[in-house]
């Protein structure tokens, strides 16, 4: 029946009005119906659960038959196909050891000539052990009466050699494999091994990739005008906690804090360093918008300057200065007098643009937010209406959402003037559609508030229009907390941390994960500071794109 409703077919401006306000409200009643299905179910599952049973089992549906109701991803409407190029790889595979292959003599003829060799690259991989008896000389002087005994290669302390050292992180953080498969695999090798001394492997005397990683962050924070962050579960000895990632091109931190909340990203933006606090003309720009009534705005404009307190004593300072401030006020001062000291800060880099989702925990911490596209395309597959008009109404509203998407990728690789103001206005209009449809035009509305964060792109046409790069790093991450469920001591989630930060950033420079271990457990460092190739990789794509660029 619905099938058939046209409503310009409607002539009298009071009836289509009125069937457009039915039309909506079979929308709502709807959407409350299926909201409504899933908390009953939900209810009867917990119930089911109290009473010692089971709820409805969890049964992945095939692929095919997949509900569109659970599929949000925009993948098919932004992507756009690529020419796929065969390439050569027998250029890049390293030759080991070359072996003549020899034709059999008395399966030649007697005329048969030799024409040379034809090279075939066969790739093969040895996996065995590498044990090392080490005979440490020995001496005693008896003027001295002290004994001189040889030391052993660097990396060759302990009962493990630099092997299995370099070996164990990168299968548990980089290949994803579980401790019990990793050990199953060294006992098959031929190694003896028992499970304390492989943890010990991964959490223990590891300042060298500890400072490592320090030292790469601050460079990945100064190689770029942007920077991109996300979050994600992590559970440390059973309890909640939560992993941050800090990334772009060229590299990618992961930390895991107790919270997520905005002083906590601030937290992860200044690596973990002493908390500041400012209680500045800036702090209060920060809390223009806040409510906090005319005498305590008063009081902190009278108590304004750029003196910076660390966090027992700003606590205290505001404790005296507005002893009656309500929790949720004293927490909003607190977050712009942190903001504010950061923003000020000199001996490390400040972020100035985020790019980001729309959490509240990423709000004022930067001058600057890019919104992800991606992201904001999400709400709008969730849209799931049951009047095919609207359905028709949403599905042209998403083709023009995406090719708008399209225009401003064009955008980023040939940027001008005229076509920023295009740009502009065509956001100004396509975001004014109004459909009718009340869902579908409270959620453009809701758009059209961001212009600002969302064309921050036009300005600077290097910030990607999505976060994929972040959640790409959470995702691993994810993976690996499916694997492993989570470290158990506060040394492993310092080893998660720091291990996935370097697995991460040297895939994205080029490097071998297993190569660069190896080479700062034996002290060779033949492979420069991951800082400085970051550094080297942001200047050579800078000159790149320079060079690109009309």
Known sequence: MLEDIDLNAIHDEIVRK?????????????ADLRALQEENQKLRDENNRLKGEQGKPDTKANKEQKAETSNHSSESERKQPR????????????????????????DLPADAQFKGYVDVVVQ???????????????????????????????????????????????MYFEVGASEPKILGFLYRVGLKISKGEFSNLLIKNQDV?????????????????????????TRVNGQNRNCHVVCNRFYSVYRTLRYKDRLSVLDVLRNGRERKFCLNQTALDCLANVQLSQATRQTLSACCSELELDEENFHKHLSALLPNLGHQQRKEIIDAAAIAAYWAETDWPVVEILVCDDAPNYKKLVRRIMLCW??????????????????????????????????????????????HARLETVFDKLFATQTGYEALDDRIAKTRAKKKSLLLVLEHPELPLHNNESELGVRRRVRKRDVSFGPRTEAGRLAWDTFMTLAETTRKLGVSFYAYLHDRITGANAIPPLADLITLAADNFKLTQSCTTP
């Open 18 to 30: 009125q069937v457009r306000q039915l039309l909506n409200l079979v929308e709502k009643l709807s």
């Open 209 to 233: 990739f500890h400072n490592e990683s320090d030292a790469l962050y601050e460079s990945g924070l100064r190689s770029s005008s942007y920077q991109q962050s996300d979050s994600t579960l």
């Open 124 to 170: 093969d991989i040895v996996v065995k052990t590498d044990n090392v008896l080490f005979r440490k000389e020995k001496y005693y002087s008896p003027t001295t009466g002290k004994i001189y005994l040889a030391k052993l290669p660097q990396g060759y302390e302990g009962q493990f050699g630099p092997g299995v050292k370099a070996l164990a992180p990168d």
């Open 374 to 419: 991606v992201h904001e395309g999400r709400p709008y597959k969730k849209l799931y209406p049951v009047v095919p008009l609207h359905r028709q109404q949403l599905d042209n509203f998403l083709k023009c959402f995406w090719d708008y998407y399209r225009e401003l990728r064009a955008y980023k690789q040939n940027p001008s003037e005229a076509e």
């Open 83 to 106: 020419k796929r190029h065969r390439s050569n790889k027998n250029d890049k595979i390293k030759v080991d050891r070359k072996e003549v292959a020899k034709v059999r003599v008395e």
